[in-house]
C-alpha cells in the first residue's frame, strides 16, 4: 500500500497548516504574556511611587516626633 505524490503532497500541506495555525497560538499566547508583563511592570512602577510616597510621609511625622519631643524635653528643663 504504497502512498501517492498526491496523499504525500495533502498531508505535508495539512502539517504545514497544522504548524501554521500552532505558531499563530504561539504568537497570541506570546502577545497576551507580554502585554501581561507589561500591565504589571506598570503596576510595579506604580507601587514604588506609592511606597516612595508613604516613605516621605512617615519620615516627615518621624521628624514632628523628635521635634515634639525636643521641645517637650526643653520645656521640662526649664
Do not use: D, H
Amino acid at each position: 500500500a504504497s502512498i501517492s505524490a498526491t496523499q504525500r503532497l495533502a498531508a505535508l500541506e495539512a502539517a504545514c497548516s497544522l504548524k501554521s495555525q500552532q505558531q499563530q497560538e504561539a504568537e497570541a499566547a506570546l502577545a497576551r504574556l507580554t502585554a501581561a508583563a507589561e500591565a504589571a511592570q506598570e503596576q510595579g512602577r506604580a507601587l514604588q511611587q506609592q511606597l516612595e510616597a508613604r516613605q516621605k510621609e512617615l519620615e516627615a511625622a518621624s521628624n514632628a516626633v523628635t521635634q515634639a519631643q525636643q521641645q517637650s524635653a526643653a520645656l521640662a528643663t526649664q
